[in-house]
Nanobody, 128 residues
Framework: EVYLMESGGGSAQAGGSLRLSCTGI????????MAWFRQAPGKERERVAV????????LVDTPFVGRFTISRDDEKNTLYLEMDDLKPEDTSMYFC?????????????????????WGQGTQVTVSS
């Protein structure tokens, strides 16, 4: 199995910041399409950002552009999601997901059902 461990969630006030981490356990993120998703109760899971770790090609999905940033630390085998200017509607469970890929176009369009490996999630709560 491929294991992913998220951390860094918690509580923040509107306008604040949090940085989420996703660490690969007993495997390397290299060569994988890595993505952040979020899901709130009663809502569908939505993609937040995606990166192809082989060359660090990346994008942030439209609703999060300008506030969220995806990055990677190769030495720590860790993926990050930096969230700035948090809003109450950002309150959600955030998940890290991985899928082997050598194609950036595949990563760009891949959604929830395309990912085989998931972390357990980390809760983010933003108060007004």
């Amino acid at each position: 199995e491929v294991y992913l461990m998220e951390s860094g969630g918690g509580s923040a006030q509107a306008g604040g910041s949090l940085r989420l981490s996703c660490t690969g356990i007993s495997w390397t993120l290299s060569g994988h399409c890595m993505a952040w998703f979020r899901q709130a109760p009663g809502k569908e899971r939505e993609r937040v950002a995606v990166m192809l770790t082989r060359n660090h090609a990346k994008l942030v999905d439209t609703p999060f552009v300008g506030r969220f940033t995806i990055s990677r630390d190769d030495e720590k085998n860790t993926l990050y999601l930096e969230m700035d200017d948090l809003k109450p509607e950002d309150t959600s469970m955030y998940f890290c997901a991985a899928q082997w890929s050598i194609s950036w176009p595949w990563c760009e369009k891949a959604g929830e059902k395309d990912y085989n490996y998931w972390g357990q999630g980390t809760q983010v709560t933003v108060s007004s």
